[in-house]
């Protein structure tokens, strides 16, 4: 049997809208990698009584529960005294603990603020968890319950230190369990361009049903369709032989859109995976952009060691600009319009001769709010893609939601095609 985890995030300020909480979903992600599964995130204020509540209803279900936050030395920071109350436990001052606050300190050439001491308290019993980052040592406890042990861990807030703290000290606790408890999962990805979630669904038929093994999900974002299946067993090689066999279904039933298939701790951004492909293969890249006015470009930016291929890339917003700058034909404005296949080709080409580039991507489209008409609606979008002076050029059509949504979609877009030329 597989684990279950809770995870209970503590801060006024997560609750009130002020930081979003990131902690969790990079928690849920790392549970899983040991075939833990999170049933339910609670996000609560800074407050002992909704924290305590919180972690005695969790640990009612899970056999692991993550307490987030609340470390600090104030007096608003109550997770110490939640945990100990939820367990029945007093808190006690702890001499390695308050050596570790110190430290800090001292390491950081600081003086320690009388306040601190409250960090060193824990709930008896507690075990102490490192924190390489911050002052505020986390802790981790056995909490027995009628449904069988339980453990509690309490981490810091502040991102980097929380996950320095869970991949070095929970973390092994954490596979040491989860290896007592057998089970395993196994996960692979799918991403599909041109596939609607609805169609999608249609044909997945029920192997999406909410209780199949394994388990298919599917987002929609920027144009994209990723599907993500896992599978679980009674250990990691039973959970892979599932998994395989239903990716060696699905592959064929959905060949026709697949542009890319991921292992689980691969990016699912195109970008990091276009970047590496054209410095490995020495390909100098450029783009012709109109609607996306540099996005395209700033996505690939994001991929270090990229300036061995991208040396220049050109933002082409009036016609006058695709004219000058990247040599679009009048006549081709004319006759087919700044939103069309013809002039997205003319732009790839265009801009490929400028830049002396081997690749290079073009978009022109409508993102609105205006601009649309019947024949050329908001969302309206030409991609064109031009490989060693061959190239090729399309016109798609994205719902009409906001402007920024179909900008970033159609940047996306672009680098995927582009991709998939690459690699088919
Ligand atoms: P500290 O010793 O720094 O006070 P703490 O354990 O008390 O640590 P908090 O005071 O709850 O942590 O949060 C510290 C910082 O971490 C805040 O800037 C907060 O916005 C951020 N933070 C807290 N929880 C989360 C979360 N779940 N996701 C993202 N950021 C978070």
Same mark, same amino acid.
């Given at each position: 049997?597989?684990?279950?985890?809770?995870?209970?995030?503590?801060?006024?300020?997560?609750?009130?809208?002020?930081?979003?909480?990131?902690?969790?979903?990079?928690?849920?992600?790392?549970?899983?990698?040991?075939?833990?599964?999170?049933?339910?995130?609670?996000?609560? $204020?800074?407050? +002992? &009584?909704?924290? !305590? %509540?919180?972690? =005695?209803?969790? @640990?009612?279900? *899970?056999?692991? /529960?993550?307490?987030?936050?609340?470390? $600090?030395?104030? +007096? &608003?920071?109550? !997770? %110490?005294?939640? =945990?100990?109350? @939820?367990?029945? *436990?007093?808190? /006690?001052?702890?001499?390695?603990?308050?050596?570790?606050?110190?430290?800090?300190? !001292? %390491?950081?050439?600081?003086?320690?603020?009388?306040?601190?001491?409250?960090?060193?308290?824990?709930?008896?019993?507690?075990?102490?968890?490192?924190?390489?980052?911050?002052?505020?040592?986390?802790?981790?406890?056995?909490?027995?319950?009628?449904?069988?042990?339980?453990?509690?861990?309490?981490?810091?807030?502040?991102?980097?230190?929380?996950?320095?703290?869970?991949?070095?000290?929970?973390?092994?606790?954490?596979?040491?369990?989860?290896?007592?408890?057998?089970?395993?999962?196994?996960?692979?990805?799918?991403?599909?361009?041109?596939?609607?979630?609805?169609?999608?669904?249609?044909?997945?038929?029920?192997?999406?049903?909410?209780?199949?093994?394994?388990?298919?999900?599917?987002?929609?974002?920027?144009?994209?369709?990723?599907?993500?299946?896992?599978?679980?067993?009674?250990?990691?090689?039973?959970?892979?032989?599932?998994?395989?066999?239903?990716?060696?279904?699905?592959?064929?039933?959905?060949?026709?859109?697949?542009?890319?298939?991921?292992?689980?701790?691969?990016?699912?951004?195109?970008?990091?995976?276009?970047?590496?492909?054209?410095?490995?293969?020495?390909?100098?890249?450029?783009?012709?952009?109109?609607?996306?006015?540099?996005?395209?470009?700033?996505?690939?930016?994001?991929?270090?060691?990229?300036?061995?291929?991208?040396?220049?890339?050109?933002?082409?917003?009036?016609?006058?600009?695709?004219?000058?700058?990247?040599?679009?034909?009048?006549?081709?404005?004319?006759?087919?319009?700044?939103?069309?296949?013809?002039?997205?080709?003319?732009?790839?080409?265009?801009?490929?001769?400028?830049?002396?580039?081997?690749?290079?991507?073009?978009?022109?489209?409508?993102?609105?709010?205006?601009?649309?008409?019947?024949?050329?609606?908001?969302?309206?979008?030409?991609?064109?893609?031009?490989?060693?002076?061959?190239?090729?050029?399309?016109?798609?059509?994205?719902?009409?939601?906001?402007?920024?949504?179909?900008?970033?979609?159609?940047?996306?877009?672009?680098?995927?095609?582009?991709?998939?030329?690459?690699?088919?």
């Amino acid at each position: 049997m597989s684990l279950t985890a809770e995870i209970v995030a503590i801060g006024d300020e997560l609750i009130a809208g002020a930081t979003v909480d990131t902690n969790s979903g990079w928690i849920a992600r790392a549970l899983e990698k040991l075939a833990i599964r999170n049933v339910r995130t609670q996000v609560v $204020g800074d407050d +002992e &009584d909704e924290t !305590a %509540r919180a972690i =005695v209803e969790a @640990a009612e279900r *899970a056999d692991v /529960v993550l307490v987030i936050g609340g470390l $600090g030395p104030t +007096e &608003d920071d109550r !997770a %110490r005294h939640a =945990v100990a109350r @939820a367990v029945g *436990a007093e808190l /006690v001052h702890s001499d390695e603990a308050f050596d570790q606050v110190r430290a800090w300190y !001292a %390491r950081a050439g600081r003086e320690m603020p009388d306040t601190n001491r409250r960090q060193a308290l824990l709930p008896q019993g507690a075990a102490i968890l490192r924190n390489a980052r911050g002052t505020a040592p986390g802790f981790a406890l056995e909490f027995p319950t009628a449904r069988g042990g339980r453990l509690i861990a309490s981490l810091p807030g502040p991102p980097g230190e929380m996950s320095a703290m869970f991949e070095s000290e929970v973390l092994p606790r954490l596979a040491e369990r989860a290896r007592r408890a057998g089970g395993g999962t196994a996960m692979h990805r799918f991403q599909l361009l041109g596939l609607s979630e609805s169609v999608f669904a249609e044909r997945v038929g029920d192997w999406m049903a909410r209780d199949a093994n394994p388990l298919i999900g599917s987002t929609v974002s920027q144009g994209v369709l990723t599907a993500t299946l896992r599978a679980r067993g009674a250990d990691e090689a039973e959970a892979r032989a599932a998994l395989d066999a239903r990716v060696a279904e699905f592959r064929p039933r959905f060949a026709e859109w697949t542009f890319r298939e991921m292992e689980r701790d691969e990016s699912p951004r195109i970008e990091d995976a276009l970047g590496p492909l054209l410095i490995e293969r020495g390909l100098a890249f450029t783009a012709a952009e109109s609607c996306t006015a540099g996005l395209i470009a700033a996505r690939l930016a994001r991929v270090p060691g990229i300036s061995a291929v991208l040396g220049a890339s050109f933002v082409t917003y009036s016609d006058d600009a695709k004219r000058r700058l990247v040599g679009v034909r009048p006549e081709t404005l004319a006759a087919h319009g700044a939103v069309s296949a013809e002039t997205a080709a003319e732009m790839a080409a265009g801009a490929a001769a400028a830049a002396d580039a081997r690749v290079s991507v073009a978009v022109s489209g409508i993102a609105g709010p205006g601009g649309g008409t019947a024949e050329k609606p908001v969302g309206t979008v030409a991609f064109a893609t031009s490989v060693d002076g061959a190239v090729e050029a399309e016109v798609r059509r994205f719902p009409p939601t906001a402007r920024d949504a179909i900008r970033d979609a159609s940047a996306n877009v672009a680098l995927v095609l582009l991709w998939r030329r690459l690699t088919s």
